[in-house]
């Protein structure tokens, strides 16, 4: 079974900085794409960040670029995404998805079951 | 940057209903437009990718049309278990990146 298991989220004040982590499990993990995606308390669906198998390309929504990092470890089945000054927009649950990425094809399937970062004094 | 137009933003309707959701690209994105539905308190599922081919596993009654700037989403009729929040996603190649719609969020009347 796929599986997608993240881990990392809590209590951060404004400024500050944390590391989330998402587990794969169930798929050969350094054949697929790898994403970030965030849904603030109530509100819709915002993509953050992707990374492609080998880690050579990283791409990120303009809103956290210079601030996140994405980062992957094929060894250990792991996505990372550290978070640097942090924003109480960046309040958020925090979800790792696979990525199908062809030349014309492109969706998240399947997601994780998100992490939830609150970002307040 | 594309944007996504997603309506309505809610939708009460009753079981058995055909619903309709439409979703609309500020500029021609061909097909490259998925769907997905977010049950409450859970992650999102995909449930159409590339406008109208369904998603393995996932019943007929649900179905996705359209290309260029206008989408559609439907649901033939409507059952309790289809109780959820729907968001379309456009999605760009190079780079792969992607812009989430509003969401619509359905009721049972």
């Known amino acids: 079974e796929v599986q997608l298991v993240e881990s990392g989220g809590g209590l951060v004040q404004p400024g500050g900085s944390l590391r989330l982590s998402c587990a794969a499990s169930?798929?050969?993990?350094?054949?697929?794409?790898m994403s970030w995606v965030r849904q603030a308390p109530g509100k819709g669906l915002e993509w953050v960040a992707n990374?492609?198998?080998?880690?050579?390309?990283?791409y990120y929504v303009d809103s956290v670029k210079g601030r996140f990092t994405i980062s992957r470890d094929n060894a250990k089945n792991s996505l990372y995404l550290q978070m640097n000054s942090l924003r109480a927009e960046d309040t958020a649950v925090y979800y790792c998805?696979?990525?199908?990425?062809?030349?014309?094809?492109?969706?998240?399937?399947?997601w994780g079951q998100g992490t939830l970062v609150t970002v307040s004094s | 940057d594309i944007q996504m137009t997603q309506s309505p933003s809610s939708l009460s309707a009753s079981v058995g209903d055909r619903v309709t959701i439409t979703c609309q690209a500020s500029?021609?994105?061909?097909?490259?437009l998925n769907w997905y539905q977010q049950k409450p308190g859970k992650a999102p599922k995909l449930l159409i990718y590339?406008?109208?081919n369904l998603e393995t596993g996932v019943p007929s009654r649900f179905s996705g049309s359209g290309s260029g700037t206008d989408f559609t989403f439907t649901i033939s009729s409507l059952q309790p278990e289809d109780i959820a929040t729907y968001y379309c996603?456009?999605?760009?190649?190079?780079?792969?990146?992607?812009?989430f719609g509003q969401g619509t969020k359905l009721e049972i009347k």
């Open positions: 998805a696979r990525g199908v990425v062809t030349t014309t094809k492109n969706w998240f399937d399947p």
């Open positions: 590339d406008a109208s």
């Open positions: 990374i492609k198998q080998d880690g050579s390309e990283k």
């Open positions: 169930g798929f050969t993990f350094s054949s697929y794409w």
């Open positions: 500029q021609d994105i061909s097909n490259y």
């Open positions: 996603q456009q999605y760009d190649n190079l780079p792969p990146t992607y812009t």
